[in-house]
Nanobody, 129 residues
């Protein structure tokens, strides 16, 4: 079983920055794909950024490329999402997720639908003009 706890959300003005944190525990290791998803009211959940905990390569949604950065601190079992130059379109509930299959790669269905994911409780990000 995998447990995920997010923190770091809040309210900022457009152009500001936030860093989200996700502490992982339980049955998770470097073979698990982990990442961040978000869901705005009346929108479907979408992948924001994902990565393998044992690798440095990451995948980003086009809407956040060059603004967001996902990285991890293995010593703290924590995955971060650094969000810069935020816009009102980034307003959403952000969820940390981990693919429980531990496949040693990030599968497409995890990115597209969150398949086989363990989820955190979410942290709200609100960006105002």
């Amino acid at each position: 079983q995998v447990q995920l706890v997010e923190s770091g959300g809040g309210s900022v003005q457009a152009g500001g920055s936030l860093r989200l944190s996700c502490v992982a525990s339980g049955n998770i290791n470097g073979r698990n794909c982990v990442g961040w998803f978000r869901q705005a009211p009346e929108n479907e959940r979408e992948g924001v950024a994902i990565m393998l905990t044992a690798a440095d390569r990451a995948l980003y949604a086009d809407s956040v490329k060059d603004r967001f950065s996902i990285y991890r601190d293995i010593t703290k079992n924590t995955v971060y999402l650094q969000m810069n130059n935020l816009t009102p379109d980034d307003t959403a509930m952000y969820y940390c997720a981990a693919d429980t299959r531990a496949l040693a790669y990030c599968p497409t269905d995890f990115w597209r639908t969150g398949a086989s994911a363990a989820w955190g409780q979410g942290t709200q990000v609100t960006v105002s003009l």
